[in-house]
Structure formats: structure tokens, C-alpha cells
């Protein structure tokens, strides 16, 4: 038989690989509903292409797109795919191998990549599996019929049943993923915070005493609202997690192993504390930098059940989504400083983005070595042991937060249309407390702001100043001074791998 099998017309070509790409991932996404939301092929693959991200290119996604760093990916993700689907289909015009080869590749990549997720049991490989098989089936399945179709000549039976198939295919597609997410929203997440957001109903939040900010002269207010809250995190979706389904195991170096329910947590002594937490990410005036009220349970008091052995001086958190934190043994012990897992956020149960049900917080501590969110477990070790997910990947071991000021009006460039001008923004050095600010203003003499009043050491403190400006363009620079003595250094350094340094200087004119 040296009969050579019909060319397909382009457009067939390229619909038989898409859709053949697009039953892939609707099964794949089906499936993983049932097992694991996050054996889902495309957000394993997504995952761990985070995961994979060099630090500098992580670092230039962070800036360059901030929380819209994971909508980039998803979008880069699906334009490849819809481009390789096509293109596969149109190499497939003559014999369905190509395409073959692709769907089964990128099938592969599903199984590797939900392989190697560090929060999934090998179970959840059947999610990719069932992917793979469903990706190369319809593939297959619709080049035969578009061959039909052009074998036919002038008959139009055979277009037909390929439009129907395709078409077919096409609802068989949405109503598969249509019922994935069904399947997914069926965690009834509102519902378990609005539980617990009830529960802390009884717990008093501490006031804010009034002068602690300057938010009418352009400072952030002193608590943010959760909703306004920075929020950074490798997460591609958010984890679905219920305070009903919640445990945590604490263990490794110490004297008890403790495996602990939400209700043991709640039933536990519950405090508040006010506390600013910064990230490490945060450029020398940027905006990962916000205050809560976080209601829950002191690590000190809890790790005290446990009896940490005296050899552990890590202790590591790890979360439902294969991210963990190490932290000093010596800072989330310290009496003075309140480290807690929290369940609770400025009176509410946590919000998903921020660790629904539980998370840690460490006063002190730029978040990625201290803060897990959607908390699952606690491992007493050591440095030397273990180490968290950014520390392979740059960044430092032991990350106290740096003593820093920003100035949050003017802002940048702005034209103000009056000489009579507030300068006005935040200083913080968690644990020890904010001492001065000072400005220089146009290269002149640096003169201190007036301080808001002090919540405690562990938050930021608002400063402003007033000035009477000619008019023209304008400089100012703020540095702030810690109650150690300590005035922040001028050299400007980035983010990588401890937290960036430098004094923030903003230009802007008067009229
Ligand atoms: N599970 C998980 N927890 C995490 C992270 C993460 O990527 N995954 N990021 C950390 C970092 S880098 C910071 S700065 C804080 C931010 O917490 P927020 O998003 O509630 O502001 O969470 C920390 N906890
Ligand atoms: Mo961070």
C-alpha cells in the first residue's frame, strides 16, 4: 500500500490539536478534583515552574508585575499551549504521529511535574495520567474524522460528523471542566471561616490609640484592612482548606509529639497581638508592608507542650502547598516577642489568601523565613539539618527585618499645587521600635519629623512634617533611627538575599 493518506486543510489541523490539548487539561483538572485540586497537570507544571524560577527572574516578576506575577504565568502557560496544540495539529496534517508525540510529552510533563510536587502522595498521579490518555484519545479520535472528512471529496457526510465531533468535543470539554471546579468550590470554605470568624467574636481587639497614625495627611491607616493587606506567595491557586478538616503535627526535636485540631487550638489560650510584618521582597519604598491584629495561639506556650529539645535551634513550618519557613529557635521562644500561629486577622477568621485556617507570624522576621501560611506542620530541627524553600534558592538563613522608613506622600513626582506641604509615611525595626525619623529636604540640614504614638515594638510608626516650599522641583529623603541607637545605612542595597537597604528619596514639585 503506498497509497498516501489525505493532506488535512490547515484550519482541521489545527482544531484537531487544540481541542485534542483542551480535553486534555478539562480531564486532567476533572480528575485532580476528586484526588487533589493541585494535581491538576497545567497548575503541577505552573507549580513547579515556580518552584524552578532562578531568583533573579523571580525577583523581576515580583516588581515588574507584583501580585499579577501568577496571572502572567497562567496567561504565558495557556498561549504556549494553544500555540504548540495548533502548531502539533498542523504537523499532523499527514499522519497523526506528531500530535501523538506532543500530547503524549506534555502528558508526561503532568507526571513528572505532579512526580515531583512536594505536597503530593503518588495517588495523585492519576490526574495526569487520566489526562494523558484522554489528550492522545481525542486527538486521535478527530484526525481520524478529519480525514474522513477530506477522504469524502464532495460528499458532505463526512464534514459533518468531524464539525459534530469537534463540536462535540468542545461542549464535552466545558462541561468537564465546568464540573472540575464545581467539584473544587465544593469545599465550603465561607462557611468554615464564618464559624470561626464567630468564635473570635468573644476575644476583645486590642484600640488603637488615637495619634498613631497620620492617614489624613497620606500615611497607610495603622491596621490595614485584610482586604489591603500585602500579599506574597508561591501559590498558583489559592489552597481550598476547611478549619474542620485542619491538624497540625508538631514534632522532630522534641520531648512529645503533638498532632493538634482546630477545635485543640481554639481551645487553647487565644491573645492578640498587633504586629507588623514586612516582606523580604520589599524594595527601599515599596508597598509589602502591612499591620493586623492577629488573634491565636503563642508558638512559645504551644512548642511548651511539645518540650523543645535543647539541640533543636530551627524551627521549620511547612504548609498544605509544599512551602516552608525556618525560623530561630531563640526568636520564637523570646518572651518579648510575641511569635504566634494565628487563626484570627484584625477580627476575622484569616482570609484564604492569608493561611485559612492557620498560619504563623513572628515579630521580627521578614515573612519568607517566618510566616507559613495554610500551616500544616511544625518540625523542630536544626539549621545545619534542614533548610526552608528560599534558603537553596538565595536567600538568607536568618532574616531579621531591616530598620527602614518610607515616605508615602508626596509621592513620586507628584505636582502639588501649594508650597504649604505635610511630608508624611512610616518607619519600622520590629522588636526594638522606632527612636527618630529624619528629612532632608532640597540638600539641606537633616531635621527631625514628629512621631506618631507608639503601639508597641513590634509594629511600624508613623512621622510627618510640615514645610512652606518656594515653588520649583523638590527633594526629600527620610532615614530612620531605631531605639538601639542604629540609623539606617545609606548603601543601596536590593532585596537579594536579606532584605534591601537604603534611604528613600522622593522628588516632586511645588507651585
Ligand atoms: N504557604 C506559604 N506561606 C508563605 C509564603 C508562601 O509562598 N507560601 N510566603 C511567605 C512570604 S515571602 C511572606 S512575605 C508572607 C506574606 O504573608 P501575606 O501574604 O499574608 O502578607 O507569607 C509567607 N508565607
Ligand atoms: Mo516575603
Given at each position: 500500500?503506498?497509497?498516501?493518506?489525505?493532506?488535512?486543510?490547515?484550519?482541521?489541523?489545527?482544531?484537531?490539536?487544540?481541542?485534542?490539548?483542551?480535553?486534555?487539561?478539562?480531564?486532567?483538572?476533572?480528575?485532580?478534583?476528586?484526588?487533589?485540586?493541585?494535581?491538576?497537570?497545567?497548575?503541577?507544571?505552573?507549580?513547579?515552574?515556580?518552584?524552578?524560577?532562578?531568583?533573579?527572574?523571580?525577583?523581576?516578576?515580583?516588581?515588574?508585575?507584583?501580585?499579577?506575577?501568577?496571572?502572567?504565568?497562567?496567561?504565558?502557560?495557556?498561549?504556549?499551549?494553544?500555540?504548540?496544540?495548533?502548531?502539533?495539529?498542523?504537523?499532523?496534517?499527514?499522519?497523526?504521529?506528531?500530535?501523538?508525540?506532543?500530547a503524549v510529552l506534555l502528558g508526561l510533563l503532568g507526571v513528572v511535574a505532579v512526580l515531583v510536587r512536594p505536597n503530593l502522595t503518588p495517588v495523585a498521579v492519576v490526574a495526569p495520567v487520566a489526562s494523558l490518555v484522554a489528550g492522545v484519545a481525542v486527538f486521535r479520535g478527530l484526525h481520524r474524522l478529519a480525514g474522513r472528512a477530506d477522504a469524502d471529496g464532495p460528499s458532505r457526510s463526512g464534514r459533518r460528523a468531524f464539525l459534530l465531533g469537534s463540536l462535540g468535543t468542545v461542549v464535552g470539554i466545558g462541561l468537564t471542566g465546568a464540573g472540575g471546579r464545581l467539584l473544587v468550590g465544593r469545599v465550603d470554605v465561607e462557611g468554615s471561616r464564618a464559624k470561626v470568624t464567630q468564635m473570635l467574636a468573644e476575644h476583645q481587639q486590642p484600640t488603637v490609640p488615637t495619634g498613631a497614625?497620620?492617614?489624613?495627611?497620606?500615611t497607610p491607616t495603622f491596621l490595614t484592612p485584610n482586604d489591603k493587606f500585602y500579599r506574597v506567595d508561591t501559590a498558583l491557586s489559592v489552597p481550598q482548606l476547611r478549619a474542620e478538616d485542619w491538624t497540625l503535627r508538631v514534632h522532630g526535636l522534641v520531648e512529645r509529639e503533638l498532632n493538634l485540631t482546630f477545635a485543640d487550638i481554639m481551645a487553647m489560650n487565644l491573645v492578640t497581638r498587633t504586629i507588623t510584618m514586612t516582606c523580604v521582597s520589599n524594595e527601599v519604598?515599596?508597598?509589602?508592608?502591612?499591620?493586623?491584629?492577629?488573634?491565636?495561639?503563642?508558638?512559645?506556650?504551644?512548642?511548651?507542650?511539645?518540650?523543645?529539645?535543647?539541640?533543636?535551634?530551627?524551627?521549620?513550618?511547612?504548609?498544605?502547598?509544599?512551602?516552608?519557613?525556618g525560623s530561630p529557635v531563640s526568636?520564637?521562644?523570646?518572651?518579648?516577642?510575641?511569635?504566634?500561629?494565628?487563626?484570627?486577622?484584625?477580627?476575622?477568621?484569616?482570609?484564604?489568601?492569608?493561611?485559612?485556617?492557620?498560619r504563623l507570624v513572628v515579630p521580627g522576621i521578614y515573612g519568607y523565613a517566618s510566616a507559613t501560611k495554610w500551616l500544616k506542620d511544625i518540625e523542630l530541627t536544626t539549621f545545619a539539618a534542614k533548610k526552608q524553600y528560599w534558603v537553596p534558592r538565595g536567600y538568607g538563613e536568618r532574616a531579621p527585618i531591616k530598620t527602614e522608613a518610607r515616605i508615602d506622600m508626596p509621592q513620586g513626582l507628584q505636582s502639588l499645587p501649594d508650597g504649604k506641604v505635610v511630608v508624611?509615611?512610616?518607619?519600622?525595626?520590629?522588636?526594638?521600635?522606632?527612636?527618630?525619623?529624619?528629612?532632608?529636604?532640597?540638600?539641606?540640614?537633616?531635621?527631625?519629623?514628629?512621631?506618631?504614638?507608639?503601639?508597641?515594638?513590634?509594629?511600624?510608626?508613623?512621622w510627618r512634617k510640615v514645610y512652606d516650599l518656594k515653588p520649583g522641583t523638590h527633594t526629600v529623603i527620610c532615614r530612620a533611627t531605631d531605639i538601639t541607637g542604629y540609623t539606617q545605612t545609606r548603601d543601596r542595597v536590593g532585596p537579594i538575599p536579606d532584605g534591601a537597604t537604603g534611604w528613600h528619596t522622593i522628588l516632586f514639585t511645588t507651585s
Open positions: 500500500m503506498n497509497q498516501r493518506s489525505p493532506l488535512l486543510p490547515v484550519t482541521a489541523a489545527m482544531v484537531v490539536g487544540v481541542l485534542g490539548v483542551g480535553a486534555a487539561l478539562a480531564v486532567g483538572d476533572l480528575v485532580a478534583a476528586f484526588v487533589d485540586p493541585e494535581s491538576s497537570p497545567f497548575l503541577a507544571v505552573g507549580n513547579t515552574a515556580i518552584d524552578l524560577t532562578p531568583l533573579p527572574l523571580k525577583d523581576f516578576a515580583v516588581r515588574t508585575f507584583g501580585t499579577y506575577d501568577k496571572l502572567v504565568l497562567l496567561a504565558g502557560m495557556g498561549v504556549f499551549l494553544l500555540v504548540a496544540a495548533a502548531a502539533a495539529g498542523v504537523l499532523s496534517r499527514h499522519r497523526p504521529l506528531p500530535g501523538t508525540v506532543l497614625d497620620f492617614a489624613s495627611d497620606g519604598g515599596g508597598p509589602y508592608v502591612s499591620t493586623a491584629n492577629f488573634t491565636g495561639v503563642l508558638l512559645r506556650e504551644l512548642l511548651a507542650e511539645a518540650g523543645v529539645k535543647a539541640d533543636a535551634d530551627q524551627v521549620l513550618s511547612s504548609s498544605v502547598d509544599g512551602y516552608s519557613a526568636s520564637v521562644l523570646d518572651p518579648r516577642r510575641d511569635a504566634m500561629l494565628a487563626v484570627g486577622m484584625n477580627g476575622q477568621a484569616l482570609p484564604p489568601e492569608h493561611g485559612f485556617p492557620a508624611a509615611g512610616i518607619a519600622w525595626a520590629q522588636t526594638k521600635g522606632i527612636a527618630k525619623v529624619e528629612l532632608q529636604m532640597d540638600g539641606g540640614p537633616w531635621q527631625e519629623a514628629d512621631l506618631a504614638v507608639t503601639v508597641n515594638a513590634e509594629t511600624w510608626r508613623m
